[in-house]
């Protein structure tokens, strides 16, 4: 069975750093297109970053040169780095995996609040 | 960047009704659309990929039509567990844009 757990959330002030982490169950993350998407509160989705199995990465303008996506292959793990926060950075943040062009699992998500 | 545009917002309906909301790529894509259902508090699930194909273990009344620039979800009997918000994907290029969702509200 396919699981991914997202970890890393928190409160952390504007200009801050975090770093989330996915680990994955069931399936080998190296071999799959791994995405982050965010939610924030009461708003829609938001596709932010792939990281593809050939190690191409791709990131939305909003958090580009911000944010880095990486994987840990031998942890089976799923990264994303997040610098140089804002309030605008606050949401719920899934990892999912992109399979034949679908996001067919998705983490529970991991809260990040950035606040002063 | 392609835009996905849903409508209606949101829609009031009753168990039993037949529902349909509706995607627009702002250019071409194909049939690379494909829809989630997201209940509060977690995780979207996979409905429809590829425009019309059923995911496993989604319930029939659940269908997706569509190619190009205009797609459709339908719900042909609706159930109280259908009660959420639905959101349109596009996966034809990066970034891999959502449609602003469609509330579904028991009425």
């Known amino acids: 069975e396919v699981q991914l757990v997202e970890s890393g959330g928190g409160l952390v002030q504007p200009g801050g750093s975090l770093r989330l982490s996915c680990a994955a169950s069931g399936f080998i993350v190296s071999s799959n297109y791994m995405n982050w998407v965010r939610q924030a509160p009461g708003k829609g989705l938001e596709w932010v970053s792939v990281?593809?199995?050939?190690?191409?990465?791709y990131y939305a303008d909003s958090v580009k040169g911000r944010f880095t996506i990486s994987r840990h292959n031998s942890k089976n793990t799923l990264f994303l780095q997040m610098n140089s926060l804002r309030a605008e950075d606050t949401a719920v943040y899934y990892c999912a995996n992109l399979h034949h062009g679908r996001f067919d699992h998705w983490g529970q998500g991991t809260l990040v609040t950035v606040s002063s | 960047d392609i835009q996905m545009t849903q409508s209606p917002s949101s829609l009031s309906a009753s168990v039993g009704d037949r529902v349909t909301i509706t995607c627009r790529a702002s250019?071409?894509?194909?049939?690379?659309l494909n829809w989630y259902q997201q209940k509060p508090g977690k995780a979207p699930n996979l409905l429809i990929y590829a425009a019309s194909s059923l995911q496993s273990g989604v319930p029939s009344r659940f269908s997706g039509s569509g190619s190009g620039t205009d797609f459709t979800l339908t719900i042909s009997s609706l159930q109280p567990e259908d009660f959420a918000v639905y959101y349109c994907?596009?996966?034809?290029?990066?970034?891999?844009?959502f449609g602003q969702g469609t509330k579904l509200e028991i009425k």
């Open positions: 250019q071409s894509i194909s049939n690379y």
């Open positions: 994907q596009q996966s034809y290029g990066t970034p891999y844009t």
């Open positions: 990281i593809y199995s050939g190690g191409g990465t």
